[in-house]
């Protein structure tokens, strides 16, 4: 039916579910702000976003497909910094990126996620890309990381990746009615095909994803809001998102204390949403400083679930909303059916 006709039945869904959700918090509207514009005329489909690790002030984005892998450094006036080609990748249909730090040597780490599959199934494995930051912003080609990836329970369409910065776990966040993130292997090969492992459910179209820098929360974003979770996967808030022409990227700021979303599109802007104290009260229990964990300690219950053995299936709630949702969509599908007969 095309991408708008799913955005338009996306819609009808997610407020089909609104009044179930477990947890709400509304970002003060008026505390939104625009942080800027993409001046560059070549980034016409920003579709991942991150901010960088370790060059302050400095935003990555890229196009959601293009002839060439790609990707830009920003600055806090939308303005182009450095252009960077990555060796040795492709780019297919990129959907999103994440930055992450090198808990070894301190640097910054970027990813960008070849995961786009319409088709659900067009291809036999995606691809993602591993690139050191580079130490200086200036144009230049990267040397490129390529880990290819498949679905234990099947190919998906998928537009967010994001990087548990307290272990380093890389996840994956499908785009679907009955969305679903999962877990890549702890240790990444590039002589096989790595396992993607379901950990937990997603909300409906989920259009990107991001963890905080802290690793105590993180987001998901869609179409029309974001939804904040817990590592376990447990929801703390739905956060109101500003109206955008197509809500693509999500990322956390540098403090965690706030996110940043952004849309495709020429000249598209960048939205700085402020967490609601409800929700950071929640991500963080106490304000006061606490010890940096120890390894088996840091690992999260999303960690715990895709080391485990047990495949992960839908749950009981998910297929009752996959259920949901395929009535509505029936629904809706049949009322247009009739109007348009």
Do not use: C
């Amino acid at each position: 039916m095309g991408d708008v006709m799913i955005r338009m039945l996306a819609a009808v869904l997610a407020a089909s579910f609104l009044t179930v959700a477990p947890a709400h918090a509304a970002a003060d509207d008026e505390r939104m702000e625009k942080l800027f514009t993409f001046k560059d005329p070549r980034i016409t489909e920003s579709s991942g976003l991150a901010v960088s690790p370790t060059h302050p002030g400095i935003y990555y984005t890229h196009n959601d497909s293009s002839a060439a892998p790609t990707f830009y450094a920003v600055d806090g006036e939308g303005r182009t910094r450095a252009t960077y080609q990555l060796r040795g990748a492709e780019a297919r249909d990129w959907e999103a990126m994440a930055a992450s730090k090198d808990p070894r040597t301190g640097r910054g780490v970027l990813w960008f996620a070849d995961i786009g599959d319409n088709l659900d199934g067009a291809w036999p494995d995606v691809s993602i890309y591993k690139v050191m930051e580079p130490q200086r912003l200036g144009d230049a080609t990267l040397p490129a990381v390529r880990y290819r990836f498949r679905y234990a329970d099947g190919a998906r369409n998928a537009e967010g990746i994001m990087v548990n910065p307290r272990t380093g776990r890389l996840y994956v966040v499908s785009k679907e009615f009955a969305g679903s993130v999962y877990a890549a292997p702890k240790t990444l090969r590039t002589d096989r095909t790595n396992v993607l492992r379901r950990v937990a459910a997603a909300p409906i179209m989920a259009t990107d994803a991001a963890y905080a820098p802290d690793g105590s929360s993180y987001v998901v974003r869609t179409y029309f809001s974001a939804t904040l979770y817990k590592p376990s996967g447990e929801t703390i808030a739905r956060v109101t998102m500003p109206q955008l022409e197509q809500a693509e990227s999500i990322a956390f700021t540098a403090d965690g204390k706030a996110l940043l979303t952004g849309s495709e599109g020429a000249r598209s802007p960048v939205y700085r949403v402020p967490l609601p104290a409800r929700a950071l009260g929640a991500a963080s229990p106490s304000a006061a400083p606490t010890p940096t964990p120890s390894p088996a300690k840091a690992e999260s219950s999303l960690d715990a679930q895709a080391d485990s053995p047990a495949e992960g299936g839908l749950a009981l709630k998910d297929v009752l909303i996959w259920l949901a949702a395929a009535a509505t969509a029936i629904g809706v599908i049949t009322f247009i059916a009739r109007r348009t007969a």
